[in-house]
């Protein structure tokens, strides 16, 4: 199982970013999905996730990017997306993707099968 994060980078305060993360080597449309983040010198927190099927419903947010983030995915492509919006430079971290074997998304890691690698997102002020 491979989960390969991409899209990060560096952006001033208020920009814009849209990560993604390629699973291959599992069944995407059984998994639901996360999005965690690390900065420095802190634990990994969870970010956002959603269910495995997304036409019943259920995206989940942590308070900190509720209204500014949004996770979608596309299983034809297997593929899950954070498109994050006014970003702020507390929100610098690597931000992980990790698949979980259930069907409904989950702010816990410990729930999460599988984990990618990490993108750095840099937000300067």
């Known amino acids: 199982v491979q989960l390969q994060a991409s899209g990060g980078g560096l952006v001033q305060a208020g920009g814009s970013l849209r990560l993604s993360c390629a699973a291959s080597g599992l069944m995407f449309s059984y998994y639901s999905m996360g999005w965690f983040r690390q900065a420095p010198g802190k634990e990994r927190e969870f970010v956002a996730s959603?269910?495995?099927?997304?036409?019943?419903?259920?995206?989940y947010y942590a308070d900190s990017v509720k209204g500014r983030f949004t996770i979608s995915r596309d299983n034809a492509r297997n593929t899950v997306f954070l498109q994050m919006n006014s970003l702020k430079p507390e929100d610098t971290a690597v931000y992980y993707c990790?698949?979980?074997?259930?069907?409904?998304?989950?702010?816990?890691?410990?729930?999460?099968?599988?984990w990618g690698q990490g993108t750095l997102v840099t937000v300067s002020s």
């Open positions: 959603i269910n495995r099927n997304r036409s019943g419903g259920g995206t």
């Open positions: 990790a698949a979980d074997y259930g069907a409904y998304g989950s702010s816990w890691p410990n729930d999460y099968d599988y």
